[in-house]
């Protein structure tokens, strides 16, 4: 069981705006920034999102996050069917170790 | 370019032992906490471990604390993970990951090799 708790699954068409949830706790998401990887099968994570809300260099603003409190989000805009992989969040937890969300497996149908 | 290739994978038998090993290269190694990540067949991604830059701070999982040691050499541009006491359920893809900071207490990862599988199994 996974310390961040993420939907197993979502699903959306072409064009649709989906958002995927992340929920933690005071001593993880509610006092460290959240991050989000993206993994197509087969390959290795891709750093998607970072310290909540900030884009690396080269991911289309396609892509946003958002926290509030114990929470956080990733939001998808415009759907595309490249976008279809395995979702994660991620963070630190003031226990001193790093944690990772379960994982959200996207569709776009 | 930033290339990370791990090596030292295989198959081991419980209880034994086994380093991994994380050759870096394109970015000033010296400058980031590194970090170990593994993914079991089918499941979702598990932080292992980090190190500071320098090598000072370490950071582990309470599933390997007392069996895993995480290591760095700077001169050789090398991450390790030093594995014992496997257990079946140690089974993975073990991924090793750049951190985006010098620290290593952050979970950030802006590149990630390829990954090396370890299969314990008699």
């Known amino acids: 069981q996974s310390v961040l708790t993420q939907p197993p699954s979502a699903s959306g068409t072409p064009g649709q705006r989906v958002a995927i949830s992340c929920s933690g706790s005071?001593?993880?998401?509610?006092?460290?920034?959240v991050h989000w990887y993206q993994q197509i099968p087969g390959a290795a994570p891709k750093l998607l999102i970072y310290?909540?809300?900030q884009r690396p260099s080269g991911v289309p603003d396609r892509f946003s996050g958002s926290k509030s409190g114990t929470s956080a989000s990733l939001a998808i805009s415009g759907l595309q069917s490249e976008d279809e992989a395995d979702y994660y969040c991620a963070t630190w937890d003031d226990s001193l170790n790093g944690v990772f969300g379960g994982g959200t497996k996207l569709t776009v149908l | 370019e930033v290339q990370l290739l791990e090596s030292g994978g295989g198959l081991v038998q419980p209880g034994n032992s086994l380093r991994l090993s994380c050759a870096v290269s394109g970015f000033t190694f010296r400058s980031y906490g590194m970090g170990w990540v593994r993914q079991a067949p089918g499941k979702g991604l598990e932080w292992l471990s980090a190190?500071?830059?320098?090598?000072?701070?370490?950071y582990y999982s309470d599933s390997v604390r007392a069996r895993f040691t995480i290591s760095r050499d700077n001169a050789k541009n090398t991450l390790y993970l030093q594995m014992s006491s496997l257990r079946a359920d140690d089974t993975a893809i073990y991924y090793c990951?750049?951190?985006?900071?010098?620290?290593?207490?952050?979970?950030?990862?802006?590149?990630w090799g390829q990954g090396t599988l370890v299969t314990v199994s008699s």
């Open positions: 005071n001593s993880n998401i509610g006092s460290n920034a």
């Open positions: 190190i500071s830059a320098s090598g000072g701070l370490t």
């Open positions: 990951a750049k951190g985006r900071t010098s620290g290593g207490a952050s979970n950030s990862h802006d590149y």
């Open positions: 310290n909540t809300d």
